[in-house]
């Protein structure tokens, strides 16, 4: 039997899409689909959004690539503006977020070999998602991800997550620690938002053990919770912060920011990335950045996230199938009671593209950042119809 050309590492919907325009997408048979998964929180400025058109298509026609064997004004400037929004001190571009977080903790693990530590080991958490290389594999706390690829590589140490007790417990006992690596909330997982002084408490326990604290805001970035930086949410600066996503609107780059000590770690020869920030991505990501702050985005994403939650929880109420709504601006969950994995292709059916995560119990929602109050209630009106519907008709079902 011959394979297809293309590995089978997806299960795909059975849908292709040929153009988008702001919140929706169009399929090659002409059906259109209120896009509420962004790519995966990729497109926060929507779909052929008309600053990034022009500055990709503008870059294109002038230089694409050099190398960073050499100066790059593009990725400068980025840098600039990154650095600026975050109050860190530099940035390191490679090409996703599995990049940034690997640079994040080769940082980390070159840190730990400065002060001496032989085998500088990191804390993660359980229920984590930071990557699909080895090392951002292993870091991730999902076994069903890392099942088939061990050996897994070594230097990590899981904690429960939002659990300050536990991280306290490992200070105590493993003096091999160097850093902490924690999502502001666990997307892939759900949707899981922590208690409102986790990310305090834990640059406490860094500052008070000289360890760095590493943010993988990768998912949680570039405005999608209501601040640039869902960390600025908590009145912290980390000594690492990794983004991508949404960073480029579709254009491959990822940053890995690091402030103070962690910012003076690498020197040439200590890492590289052959493609990371090159003009093209560069002048993608500023236009990125640039609209997202001048247009207030940020604070457009809490106030829409608002609605949403809000609109799901007054439809949703006394739900039987419905445990929780949750959410922190534009990244939403409806956690279920039961398996509800049907519910991504049944909204498909229905005009609308989403997803469904923590063992098909969570529904898990990402709208663009420029999505219209319409488009919003739209959302909410489709998806709660769709959810009563289902819940009635799993309940009716015969009990075996």
């Given at each position: 039997?011959?394979?297809?050309?293309?590995?089978?590492?997806?299960?795909?919907?059975?849908?292709?899409?040929e153009?988008?325009?702001?919140?929706w997408?169009y399929?090659?048979?002409?059906?259109k689909?209120?896009?509420a998964?962004?790519?995966?929180a990729?497109?926060?400025?929507?779909?052929?959004?008309?600053?990034?058109?022009?500055?990709?298509?503008?870059q294109?026609?002038?230089l694409?690539?050099?190398?960073?064997?050499?100066?790059?004004?593009?990725?400068e400037?980025?840098?600039?503006?990154?650095?600026r929004?975050?109050?860190?001190?530099?940035?390191?571009f490679?090409?996703?977020?599995?990049?940034?977080?690997?640079?994040?903790?080769?940082?980390?693990?070159?840190?730990?070999?400065?002060?001496?530590i032989?085998?500088p080991?990191?804390?993660v958490?359980?229920?984590?998602?930071?990557?699909?290389?080895m090392a951002?594999?292993?870091?991730t706390?999902?076994?069903?991800?890392?099942?088939?690829?061990?050996?897994?590589?070594?230097?990590?140490?899981?904690?429960?997550?939002?659990?300050?007790?536990?991280?306290?417990?490992?200070?105590?006992?493993?003096?091999?620690?160097?850093?902490?690596?924690?999502?502001?909330?666990?997307?892939?997982?759900?949707?899981?938002?922590p208690?409102?002084?986790?990310?305090?408490?834990?640059?406490?326990?860094?500052?008070?053990?000289?360890?760095?604290?590493?943010?993988?805001?990768?998912?949680?970035?570039?405005?999608r919770?209501?601040t640039?930086?869902?960390?600025?949410?908590?009145?912290?600066v980390?000594?690492v912060?990794?983004?991508?996503?949404?960073?480029?609107?579709?254009?491959?780059?990822?940053?890995?920011?690091?402030?103070?000590?962690?910012?003076?770690?690498?020197v040439p020869?200590?890492?590289?990335?052959?493609f990371?920030?090159?003009?093209?991505?560069?002048?993608?990501?500023?236009?990125?950045?640039?609209?997202?702050?001048?247009e207030?985005?940020?604070?457009?994403a809490?106030e829409?996230?608002?609605?949403?939650?809000?609109?799901?929880?007054?439809?949703?109420?006394?739900?039987?199938?419905?445990?929780e709504?949750?959410?922190?601006?534009?990244m939403?969950?409806i956690?279920?009671?039961?398996?509800?994995?049907?519910?991504?292709?049944?909204?498909?059916?229905?005009g609308?593209?989403?997803?469904?995560?923590?063992?098909?119990?969570?529904?898990?929602?990402?709208?663009?950042?420029?999505?219209?109050?319409?488009?919003?209630?739209?959302?909410?009106?489709?998806?709660?119809?769709l959810?009563?519907?289902?819940s009635?008709?799993?309940?009716?079902?015969?009990?075996?």
């Amino acid at each position: 039997m011959a394979l297809e050309p293309v590995m089978k590492t997806y299960n795909r919907l059975s849908v292709a899409f040929e153009r988008g325009e702001g919140a929706w997408l169009y399929d090659t048979d002409g059906n259109k689909y209120l896009d509420a998964l962004s790519g995966i929180a990729v497109t926060g400025l929507g779909h052929a959004h008309p600053a990034v058109t022009h500055a990709i298509s503008e870059q294109a026609a002038r230089l694409m690539h050099t190398s960073n064997l050499y100066s790059i004004p593009l990725q400068e400037q980025l840098a600039e503006r990154l650095t600026r929004i975050s109050g860190m001190d530099n940035v390191f571009f490679g090409n996703s977020g599995a990049e940034a977080n690997e640079a994040a903790i080769k940082i980390a693990r070159r840190y730990g070999h400065e002060k001496g530590i032989d085998l500088p080991t990191i804390i993660v958490m359980e229920n984590s998602f930071h990557g699909r290389t080895m090392a951002t594999l292993s870091a991730t706390g999902n076994r069903s991800a890392q099942a088939g690829f061990e050996p897994l590589v070594a230097g990590f140490v899981r904690a429960p997550y939002n659990d300050v007790d536990a991280i306290r417990t490992i200070a105590a006992n493993n003096p091999n620690v160097v850093a902490i690596l924690v999502e502001p909330i666990q997307g892939e997982s759900g949707v899981m938002i922590p208690a409102d002084d986790y990310l305090p408490q834990l640059r406490d326990i860094c500052d008070e053990h000289d360890w760095l604290l590493m943010l993988d805001e990768v998912q949680t970035g570039n405005g999608r919770t209501g601040t640039y930086f869902a960390y600025q949410q908590s009145g912290i600066v980390p000594d690492v912060v990794t983004t991508a996503k949404g960073l480029g609107n579709g254009m491959p780059i990822g940053a890995c920011l690091a402030s103070g000590n962690a910012a003076k770690v690498f020197v040439p020869g200590n890492h590289g990335s052959t493609f990371g920030g090159n003009p093209l991505a560069s002048a993608a990501a500023l236009a990125v950045v640039d609209t997202i702050c001048n247009e207030g985005l940020a604070e457009r994403a809490k106030e829409l996230g608002e609605r949403i939650v809000n609109g799901f929880r007054d439809q949703l109420s006394g739900a039987e199938y419905v445990k929780e709504v949750r959410g922190r601006g534009l990244m939403i969950a409806i956690e279920l009671t039961e398996a509800g994995t049907e519910l991504a292709v049944l909204a498909k059916v229905k005009g609308v593209l989403l997803n469904v995560t923590g063992g098909g119990k969570i529904v898990r929602m990402l709208p663009p950042l420029i999505m219209s109050d319409t488009e919003a209630d739209l959302l909410v009106n489709t998806i709660s119809k769709l959810i009563k519907i289902y819940s009635a008709d799993d309940r009716a079902k015969p009990r075996v």
